[in-house]
């Protein structure tokens, strides 16, 4: 990274900072408002966040390794989430992720090479009479079929010009 | 003194661990008893006693793990689960704080049953290579496996290990194979020491304790105190272990290998060939030694008095820069450098203040140099041919004669770094029981000491031989007619942060020895000295704040920092286990030891003024000395690369 | 995208905002508190702590700052009723936190929302903005000196164990969400060491509801123990999922009936923490005294394999513990390796019955509420299931050999 650019990104972690407060019960707003925007929490972001914060950059790896909204390493701009619960595992959430997993190209855990999606399993989304459910960053969907996996991947590409402006700025 | 230092940074509140233990002590404090039965045993304590107190106080013994007398409470590990009566579940007795008149049973047939499945459970993960661990016999796990006739796997074992050992730091080796989680290391590292460099990793079975991001220990803000490893309860935290390097020098029939012991390990060695606490083996230790093959045995001390002499100075010149010549630009206070893990410490943490930290190098690498220098052309030796060797308490000695700048004379001051346990095993291995040994004496020249030397094991003890050595050089009067003994109490004691004022109400002439460097001692008449002692990078913290803040610190003129708790006695390399009653214990060794010797204040060992008269010519802090007794330090800052 | 969940009327639909906070501002604490107590209203997250006995004591502890947090962390598998509460009926939560905040003197209240639930954030926030415009939430509520209190939403960030009242505490606090030590507990030393309430989003609606129907409406349902409706997430199996409200103390064949999970062989009663009622046992009473549940309900069809639901709930709790105590962070993988070795049909009986003896252990011994509840449906199936579980492939078969 350019020292100018990681220059800038501490005026915007400090002015995060200011906005939140500086108190421990900061952290978690922070991280989470540095991941929306970043798409992970970078090494020197930790670092950062732990000096303004007054704590050590272990305390705050350790956070962000306990939560799963939270990704040390870079993720995609949208985070497929498939649910793996019971439910929506009865209702075939299967062949929702093999057809998933066939259209990115990709396996559970990974990102795209261009970096536009990363697909993830979750722990129940709420949707259980709905299954299966997905959540695509903040955006849920419900009785999600094989045949609706390759709409939802291109309603999320068409999106992406305009979700992008955040984007691309630490990758 | 404390009250001043309490909320002096506020810090954001760390493991909720250390706030359960302030709410116990808060019920405490309101005073009220309340009586409890424990196994049918009524006992009154205290409100907010835990049970595990309340036990203890009755004889009656519950296993626990992650518990440590030194450390908040975790009530992680579930070892000491003990059934309260009325309540749906068992209770952790470590944490439980007694609030009502309850009924506890320690042994009932669910709590063995669930003790025993929590050690198996405990051994299904922990990667169990005893023969070949150099914890076992000593290990807490084993202890309990044993203690709950654990006679098979009943959940499995790990048929490999999983993680890397992590070999980088020169003091720390971590395991994490061996690692039952009990994150004793976890509390040691962010609540005792505030230095941060372990934490739980991830969530669930896979949680680790890990540095940030995983790095190496070599590439994070480690201090290398190598308190964890003192508290660590299995295998899994280990000092670096140079043995075979030393064994091989010692065979090697070429090298004329020397070993230097310091007070610390000599007064807790003993503790590692089943001795209670608190019993010195100076002279024994000797014989062991050369029965081990040492060719010669030195004693730290002696460096020490020369590390009084020099720091001493030093503090005089800079206190004469201030008060005589009025220079604003002069560091005060000046802060102690001994200590190898405190030194990182303010690398790391408070770089800005690193030219308050006297130059004076720590005994152990003053003495390296010496013997590759001047001891090499007294004895005709090559100094490539010598082999120098510390006996340390501490595991940060080993990062400290590795450091680059430490070779000023050409060759390592100090080659190989042994920690208390390594030389206890050495000494074994050499088939020697240490107890038993006849005592003898150290060598010469190095092994005359004084008193002074042997206080610096101990918290204050620094600062009580400085003075010793300062007011009597500035004074021109016994130390002994102004403290009794020569025991400079106000400095002594273990609270974390102690402050001390001494007063210089007359002053004498200026002894030869420093005659080149002052004129007279006018300047400092009516003066007072201000001193401060802390140990504990936690309590170092609290003072690098209060200086910070202009509070009384900042006022000091000299300040002893020591990484460890209890100072080195307390160090990463002594043997476990640790708590306040064996460091006390320790203490009281080290001060006896002290009221044995004749002479008690650095600048009056005969050694010293021999090598001031012979080798370093320009005196203390002459340029001699400076080349090879001082040292300069590096700002590391917080950041990790 | 959505399409609505709930079936049938519920009683928060004929609930009207403004009249439970009306009715509480126009008497003291004391008597409010006294109602709520009338009405036997318990936790309605799962754990049925006495709603009343929580409130009195933070009420009772005397300092300046003291929180109302509403749990709403909602991570049971199979539980969705709490997102329907909150997109649906916000506003008798925030009027439920702010009665809680009458009756314990409290000034700040805090919103968990699980990361799931994120697309919440924007309908709460407004619904938050409106109450403040009509003096609900702010200064002076309901023109009442003194009474000042306003409502923040916290994210949660992907943690089920958040949803245990003290991990939630510590979450908000900034730290890992692992429980704590208790005692203390929070109503003593909770958020930030101050006294805190932490009660389940449906818990605060309820309370509206007590204060505008009175105790007596609340406690003529459902059974002496476990007073009033309650609403449930039918998930499964059946014919009409959806969140219904029935009064505790239904039967699961009653229920079944409702939602048209007629034929069910088991149906799982408050998630993946909860218990695998079996179809012979139709007759238990979903209650506090009985079988519990958080309002999750699963239902298994003839044909679904158990020990897929074992494997799949234990796959969810290695997930999702948080790893700090002994017994759950190495006990569930434990079971769960017993599942794949009883897939496998390598498991002894022997090995079985030591699992569910460790399952005992975790129960007792484990520091949270998770750790002692993940055992449980991995125990009922191992034991009401044995004919289905055991002997799937004989020793030695695996390797083709008929042994």
Sequence with gaps: MLLTERERLREELIALADQFGRQRSSLMPILQEVERRHFRISEYCMQVIADLLDLHPVEVHSVVSFYSFLDESPRGQFVIRLCRTITCEMAGKDHVARQLENDLGITFGQTTPDGKFTLQWANCLGMCDQGPALLVNDQIFTRVTPERVHGILQECRQTFGVHAVAGAKER | MKDDLVNQRVRAPKSQTVRTVEAIQYAKARGETVTLTVDGNPVEVPLGTTVLEAARKLGIRIPTLCYHDDLCLAGVCRVCVVEVVGQRTLQAACSYPITAPIEVRTHSPHVRRARRHIIDLLLSEHYGECYTCNRSVGCELQALAMEYGVDFFRFGRLARPRYEIDASSHSVVRDMNKCVLCRRCIRTCIDLQEVGVLEAIGRGNRTKV??????????????????????????????????????????????????????????????????????????????????????????????????????????????????????????????????????????????????????????????????????????????RDVVTVALMPCSAKKFECNRPEMCASGYKDIDYGLTTRELAKMIREAGVDLPRMPKSEFDDPFGTATGSGVIFGATGGVMEAAIRTVLELVTGTKIEDLYEHADVMPVRGFDGARYAELPIRAVGPVPPLVENLFADWDWLRGATLKVGVCHGTANAMKVMENIKAGGRFSQCHFIEFMACPGGCLGGGGQPTPTNPEIRAARANAIYAEDRSYEVRKAHENPAVVEVYRRFLTGGPCGPKSHKLLHTHYTPRGKYIA | MTSPTTMGKLTFDAVSPGVGLKAALAQPAAAVLDRIAASGLRGRGGAGFPTSVKWSMAAEADEADKYVVCNADEGEPGTFKDRVILSEFADLVFEGMTIAARVIAARKGIVYLRAEYSY????????????????????????????????????????????????????????????????????????????????????????????????????????????????????????????????????????????????????????????????????????????????????????????????????????????????????????????????????????????????????????????????????????????????????????????
């Design chain 2, 210 to 383: 890990s540095t940030f991001l995983d790095k190496p220990l070599a590439d994070v803000i480690c201090i290398n105190c190598g308190q964890c490893i003192n508290r660590c309860p299995t295998g899994a935290l280990r000092a670096n272990d140079p043995t075979d390097d030393v064994w091989a020098a010692i065979d090697d029939p070429s090298k004329h290998v020397v070993i230097q012991t310091a007070p610390s390990p000599r007064a807790a060695i003993g503790e590692c060939f089943g001795l209670p606490p608190g019993k010195a083996l100076t002279f024994e230790l000797n014989t062991a030694l050369r029965r081990c093959g040492f060719d010669k045995v030195f004693d730290t001390n002696f460096a020490a008095d020369l590390t009084i002499v020099e720091e001493g100075t030093e503090l005089l010149l800079r206190l004469k820069r201030a008060l005589a010549e009025g220079d604003k630009s002069v560091a005060l206070p000046q802060f102690t450098s001994c200590s190898p893990g405190w030194v990182k410490y303010i690398e790391h943490f408070y770089p800005d203040y690193l030219d308050h930290v006297s130059s004076a190098k720590s005994p152990q690498q003053m003495f390296g140099a010496l013997l590759k220098t001047y001891y090499a052309e007294t004895n005709r030796l090559d100094p």
């Design chain 3, 120 to 403: 919440l954030r924007r309908h709460l926030e407004s619904a938050l903005a409106s109450r403040r415009e009509e003096g609900l939430l702010g200064k002076r509520i309901g023109g009442k000196e003194g009474f000042d209190f306003d409502i923040e939403i916290h994210m949660g960030s992907g943690s089920y164990v958040c949803g245990e009242e003290t991990a939630l505490i510590e979450s908000l606090e900034g730290h890992r969400g692992e429980p704590r030590n208790r005692p203390p507990f929070p109503i003593d030393t909770g958020y930030l060491g101050h006294p805190t309430i932490v009660n389940n989003v449906e818990t605060f609606a309820w309370v509206v509801c007590i204060l505008e129907k009175g105790a007596e409406w609340f406690k003529s349902h459902g059974t002496v123990k476990s007073t009033g409706h309650k609403l449930f997430s039918v998930s499964g199996d059946c014919s009409r999922p959806g969140v219904y409200e029935f009064p505790m103390g239904i039967t699961v064949a009653e229920l079944l009936e409702e939602v048209g999970g007629q034929g069910a062989k088991a149906v799982q009663v408050g998630g993946a923490s909860g218990q695998c009622v079996p179809a012979s046992q139709s007759d238990r009473t979903i209650a506090y005294e009985d079988v519990p549940t958080g309002g999750s309900i699963i239902i298994f069809g003839p044909k679904r394999d158990m020990l897929e639901v074992a494997r799949n709930f234990l796959e969810f709790f290695v997930d999702e513990s948080c790893g700090q105590c002994t017994p759950c962070r190495e006990g569930v993988p434990k079971l769960l390796e017993g599942v794949q070795m009883l897939q496998q049909g390598a498991c002894s009986m022997a090995y079985l019955k030591e699992l569910c003896s460790l399952g005992e252990t975790m129960r007792l011994a484990s520091k949270c509420g998770l750790g002692q509840s993940a055992p449980n449906a991995f125990v009922s199936i191992a034991r009401d299931f044995q004919d289905e579980i055991l002997g799937r492939t004989g020793f030695g078969r695996r390797n083709g050999s008929d042994g």
